[in-house]
Every structure is written in C-alpha cells, then in structure tokens.
C-alpha cells in the first residue's frame, strides 16, 4: 500500500516538473522572441575606406533592433552593388543614402558626388593653403582678398564656411597614415549657389584656405577686414569736394543763403555735409 502511494506521488510530482519547466520554457521562448530584431540593414563586412567600389563579398547583413530604426539604410545588398562610399565606414555600420554615391553616378570624383551638389577647384599657393595640411575629408573657410573702385584698400572677406575637402591634387582618398599631401589645387563639395560665390572669389584676388574642425560645424558672421584696420588707424578722408558759392552780379556782401558742400569718402563709407558760408566784412 504504502509503494503504490509512493509510486503515485512520483508520478505527480514527476508530471508537475514537467508542467512547470514546459511554462517556464514557454515563456523565455516568448520573451527572447519579443528582443529578437527585426530589422536587418546591409552593413560593411569588413572596414571599407572612402573612395571604394561596393562588391558583393563587402557587405553583410546584420541585426538591428526594431526600436532604433536607421534612416535611409539599406535592406538588400543588390542595391549598393557598384556604388561608391564616399565616406570611410567601420564593420556593421549600417550604411545609409549619404553614405553612398548615387545609382549611375560614374566612378571616380564623379561618383562621390551627392544629387544637388557640385565640385568645384580652387587654386592657391601652398601657404595659403594651409602649408599643405589639406586632406580630403577635410573641414575649411575660403577667404578672398581684393580691391575694387568702391573700397581702394586691401579687404579680406570671408567667402565659404565649413567647405568640405573632395580632393586635393589628385589624391582623392586620406593617406592611411595620415600624411598631408601639399597640393595648390583644392576640389571642394558645395552647392550650386556656394559654388557661384567661389568662382567669382577666384576671379577677384588671391584665395585662402583657412583649416577648421571637422566637430565645428557652426557659422559666424564675419565682416569684411580693411587693411587700415589692422594697424587700429582710421584712414584719411580720400576725396574732399568743395562747392564754390554762385556768382553774384552784385558787388554787395555775398547772400546768407551761400553754402559750401563737403563730400568725405571715409573707407568704403561716403558722407556728405553743408555749411553754410559767412559773410566776409
């Protein structure tokens, strides 16, 4: 009697522990399925460099979790195959639309340039373009100094901000070991309207690179600098016009109403002033 209850009581306990490890299974399986990813982005297979042609056997497909979706990424490889990466990506990044040239874009400089944007070169000597430090990828301001009728000194404005570096020289792609490459022309990504602005600058005086971080990507507004301000002297009145009084056919003390008129050109700020003119006795 006493067997059959124990036999009975291990059958129970048996059937019970089956129970148990079969809901508690259940619900690890349910709870590993709600953090299981959904997404799966085309992401480099190994680190890719800026410049290089995408090939099947560089990418891969790799997890992402639903809840941080990457923008403009790419779920098929089929779609980067034979497409440029215009910037240098690390293994299992996602790679996205402004990561990438556009289908048919060509290869070379061609193709590692966006839709609505231009390259356009500028030359300048190689101090003035920052003793050769330039290195594609990189972040400068281009400044122009000119003269013109208006303003008959030296002035240095600034043209372009936070202009990105395409090429320099030839060299399209950073060396790997970071060595700059001394180049008197600069291939810079901008657009249309930024372009129009570089190409009159070329044409009014000599061009200056000025090197800034890649992390700034901020916009001051910066005046125009006249060469009299460098030494804190005001300039001289350039022109001065004196109006002569009218003719009077009279041999009577000139009219009240007489007035001299002095025009002053002060830089490129022009005043005029009247004043009346006294009666000599």
């Not at 042609?53 to 923008?71: A, G």
């Not at 340039?113 to 990828?137: C, K, N, Q, T, Y």
């Not at 890649?214 to 910066?222: E, F, L, P, Y």
């Amino acid at each position: 009697m006493n067997l059959r209850r124990l036999t009975v009581s291990l059958v129970i306990a048996l059937l019970l522990s089956a129970l148990c490890t079969w809901i508690l299974s259940r619900r690890i399986g349910a709870a590993s399925a709600r953090h299981t990813p959904d997404w799966r982005y085309v992401a480099p297979a190994s680190s890719l460099a800026a410049g290089e042609t995408l090939k099947r056997e560089n990418l891969e497909l790799v997890e992402w979790p639903v809840s941080h979706p990457v923008p403009g990424a790419f779920a098929h490889p089929e779609d980067l195959i034979g497409r440029t990466l215009l910037y240098p990506l690390d293994q299992g990044q996602p790679i996205t639309d402004k990561y990438v040239s556009t289908p048919g874009a060509g290869l070379g400089l061609a193709g590692r340039i966006p839709d609505g944007m231009r390259a356009v070169a500028l030359r300048s000597d190689e101090v003035m373009g920052v003793g050769g430090f330039l290195l594609p990828g990189s972040h400068l301001d281009v400044l122009v100094t000119y003269r013109s009728e208006k303003v008959p000194e030296p002035v240095t404005l600034t043209v372009l901000q936070n202009a990105i570096v395409l090429a320099a020289g030839h060299q399209v792609q950073p060396d790997p070991e970071g060595k700059p490459t001394v180049a008197t022309v600069v291939t810079l990504l901008l657009t249309p309207n930024d372009a129009e602005r570089a190409v009159l600058a070329s044409t009014q005086g000599t061009i200056h690179f000025i090197l800034r971080s890649g992390s700034d990507q901020g916009k001051t507004d910066a005046s125009p600098v006249l060469l009299s301000q460098l030494s804190g002297d005001l300039p001289k009145p350039s022109v001065i016009h004196l109006t002569p009084p009218s003719a009077s056919p009279s041999s009577h003390p000139r009219s009240p109403e007489q007035h001299v008129v002095i025009e002053t050109i002060l830089g490129d700020k022009q005043t005029s002033e009247t004043f009346p003119k006294t009666s000599q006795p």
